[in-house]
């Protein structure tokens, strides 16, 4: 599966953005779809994720209640709604896919999407 993220840009602080990413097959129900980033200069870092057959969302502690993660089944496609953004949340963002929670969550899932850069000025 190839999976191809956009929706990516400049904003600032404050703002918004929604990210997509489609997969190039279907995403089964079993799948677990992610968000990680990575800024200049750290590590990567585990954003968002959404059991796809059942909708459950988890956030990290940084962005819980100001991002949203959701899926279209028919449209294979998930999506990362970023609210009241920060300086700090400067980074290239990346969808990833695995069945394996764990893996999505640690940065280790199979099937990564080329990164979207989401810059926020102050």
């Known amino acids: 599966v190839q999976l191809q993220a956009s929706g990516g840009g400049s904003v600032q602080a404050e703002g918004s953005l929604r990210l997509s990413c489609v997969a190039s097959t279907r995403i089964f129900s079993s799948a677990v779809m992610g968000w990680l980033r990575q800024a200049p200069g750290k590590e990567r870092e585990w954003v968002a994720a959404?059991?796809?057959?059942?909708?459950?969302?988890y956030y990290a502690d940084s962005v819980k209640g100001r991002f949203t993660i959701s899926g279209d089944k028919a449209k294979n496609t998930v999506y990362l709604q970023m609210n009241n953004l920060e300086p700090e949340d400067t980074a290239i963002y990346y969808c990833?896919?695995?069945?394996?929670?764990?893996?999505?969550?640690?940065?280790?899932?199979?099937?990564w999407g080329k990164g979207t850069l989401v810059t926020v000025s102050s």
């Open positions: 959404i059991r796809w057959g059942v909708g459950n969302t």
């Open positions: 990833t896919k695995d069945s394996d929670w764990g893996k999505v969550v640690a940065g280790k899932a199979d099937f």
